[in-house]
DNA sequence: GGAGAGCCGCCGGGATTTCGGCAATTGCCG
DNA sequence: CGGCAATTGCCGAAATCCCGGCGGCTCTCC
């Protein structure tokens, strides 16, 4: 089954792609994905053991080189800038990767850094189709070992697109049989673990990914690291359609939230498609018009409501199933209080403030993992 | 030309639709749009004097009544609320008309309730294609009686959309003769005043527009009468676009922000046109995604932005244009703090107080109506 | 079982913003 | 030119939120 927190236990070694002649300064920071401890020294050791290729990507998979994992160490500044310009004037893709890898960081100030540099990068902002940039598209932790690579991450994997029979699959691929072929041919599947980023804010598009399954979170990064996260992708759903339609620069930052199986289109080949059957044109524009509702509501919720509570209130009614009118709403809360900070746009302190206030108040509840709304209405006064 | 602020010189007669049933409290209040002082006397007079419906819409337009001015009044919300109850229990379209004129209100609080009630109302949230609604697509101010009614507002009148030659329409409407011509079949044109309300939050979709000429304000308001301004789309874009492929509700309020000229395509025609000319389904994905786009980069500035003086910051640039480099910046300051506070999602109070500071610290200089910024780089550094 | 890391709770200080109101200024119109 | 209303400038008080840090708790891993 899918895990439906980021610290999975998924545990790997450390293999380091590491550009030899920038400076290493270095801090030692354990991370929430365990490592091997062993590597776990000052300064980086630059193994040259290459990390296994998955046999679970296909070849035609956009991914020309393989991702390091996501450094557990806090990183100096100073030595992602030096990333930054190694690979800005040598075109040294190492300098690039290591540059992905702290935007996975668990480590906010890490990620913000990394995540701020990409997004200036004239690397991933060039608009040119056809500059040929020596850097992956897809960053990838290494596969866990203990995994089987018949069937990863304890996924079911869906073989094609015209066999593909998700409940929700309706979102985007309920196209006619031919234009599902199509669509097969030129996609490429791939199982991913969580915490794999498939593309950053600022980057020039590729194409689109179709989340088959897992979940996808879709976040953006302020200049000095303060994240929101804007929308989490289910399975069914697409993400990175608006910017491989319009060609314009990623507004978000995706990354797997747990294992995920992804179709990739290119964007050449979806306005290919697009161009040949309406109906790919008509779903994408239903889709692009649904996210632009939900993204409308959302600057609607974040920017209108004066207090925090009141977006709090509202992010934990969301997350809570409306069918169910019972008089209790119990909701596995999988949330750390610092993603609930992420998701409203305010502190992790101020959201640990306004629960306990809630606490105090009786309008939640927690019973053991799962949280507990006694009353809705209540909640629901307070989300103004 | 265009005037670029609403209190455009449209002198009118107050002509008033009232439901004669519902009790009427009523404050006098002047407005910016300047009107016939004679009517404003205590309470309105119901004259039963029709306003004469302008020859320039033409009949197949969605405008089953014509609307009133708007009420320069400040109104009870008591009142308001009885128009509500009155349209909603007894379908009285008059009460309807007195909250869409309400919604039009110069006065913060006046249009914050109607609109609030606008936005609940089962009879814009009805989703229903098939149910008729007694209630007018579309809210017009009486045409100015100065104005000859066949240049009206002083625009220049596209005649069909096989002749425009406006060098924006790129944007949709670049399309082959065929399918520009059957836009043409299917829509209608109009010209409206400033001020004209065009759909409402939370209104069911009836079609969508196309900007020929003129500005139009998206908006959204909380339910404490907040106002944020999304977006001005100006002559080229169209508006409501993504509601009426989606057929979810409208997700802001659109209201003509100058004299504009208007094309307007019903939903059912526009999905079929969409069916028929795969140009047009594929220009309309490339609108949503680069809708969606500037969407998303409007919730990064508005909610990772910390302080208010960096989102005023970045709205004067925005406003700036970019191509020049010269020393100084000119801008015509058509905007009232009270709209940029609008725009940036902030209180008068705080925008007045940023512009006074960036003023003392000479970031900023008033000469006479126009805007300098003598100093790009420096504003930029305030815009974290 | 021990250690380490992440998460949660909390505190005070400081900065920012809003609220409500009031006065001065400006611009428009008669 | 005078009146009116919109706009702007300003003030104090109150509320809210962020910053930075500290310590305890729990969970996992060795």
């Known amino acids: 089954m899918l895990l439906t927190k980021c610290n999975q236990p998924i545990q790997s070694k450390v293999v380091e792609r590491f550009p030899e002649s ?7 920071a354990r991370c929430r994905q365990a490592c091997d401890h062993s590597s776990l020294a000052y300064g980086w050791n630059d193994s040259p053991s ?18 390091p994992t996501a450094h557990p160490q806090v990183v100096d500044p100073l030595y992602l800038f030096a990333c930054y310009m190694k690979w800005e004037r040598e075109e040294d893709p190492g300098a690039g990767w290591e540059l992905l890898a702290a935007a996975q960081s668990c480590h906010s ?7 701020m540099l990409l997004t200036s990068s004239r690397h991933l902002a060039e608009t040119g189709s056809g500059a040929k940039s020596n850097f992956p598209a897809i960053s990838i932790p290494p596969s866990p070992p203990e995994f089987e690579m018949k069937a990863p991450y304890g996924l ?15 979102f985007f691929c309920n196209f006619p049989p031919t234009a599902l072929q199509a669509l097969d041919d030129i996609s490429h599947k791939s199982t991913l673990p969580a915490g794999a980023i498939l593309y950053v804010e600022g980057q020039a598009p ?4 179709i989340l088959c399954s897992g979940r996808v979170h879709l976040s953006t990064t302020s200049r000095e690291g303060k994240i929101l996260i804007l929308k989490t992708a289910e399975a069914g759903e697409v993400v ?5 339609i319009s060609g314009m620069t990623y507004e978000t930052t995706a990354e797997t939230a747990t294992p995920s199986q992804l179709n990739f289109v290119d964007r050449k080949h979806l306005l290919e498609l697009m161009q040949t059957y309406n109906e790919v044109s008509m779903s994408t524009a239903h889709c692009l018009s649904r996210d632009f509702h939900t993204a409308y509501r959302d600057i609607h919720d974040l920017v209108l409501t004066r207090t925090s509570a009141g977006k709090l209130a509202r992010l934990l009614l969301s997350q809570s199933p409306k069918e169910i009118e019972t008089a209790e709403i119990r909701i596995p809360s999988s949330m750390t209080h610092e993603e609930m900070a992420h998701r409203i746009g305010a502190s992790r302190e101020t959201v640990t403030r306004l629960i306990s206030s809630l606490k105090r108040r009786h309008l939640i509840r927690l019973d053991g993992p799962t949280l507990v709304i ?11």
Chains 1, 2 share one sequence.
């Open 156 to 170: 079911d994997i869906i073989e094609n697109c015209a066999g593909c029979t998700h409940p929700k699959s309706g």
């Open 374 to 384: 006694p009353d809705r209405t209540a909640l629901e006064a307070l989300a103004v």
């Open 240 to 244: 990175g359609l608006s910017a491989a």
């Open 109 to 115: 100030d890490t990620r913000a850094h990394a995540r």
């Open 206 to 209: 590729r194409g689109m990914f």
């Open 22 to 28: 920038v400076p290493v300064p270095s801090k030692i």
């Open 50 to 67: 290459p990390t296994p290729f998955p046999d679970t990507l296909p070849e035609s998979f956009p991914v020309p080189e393989i991702a």
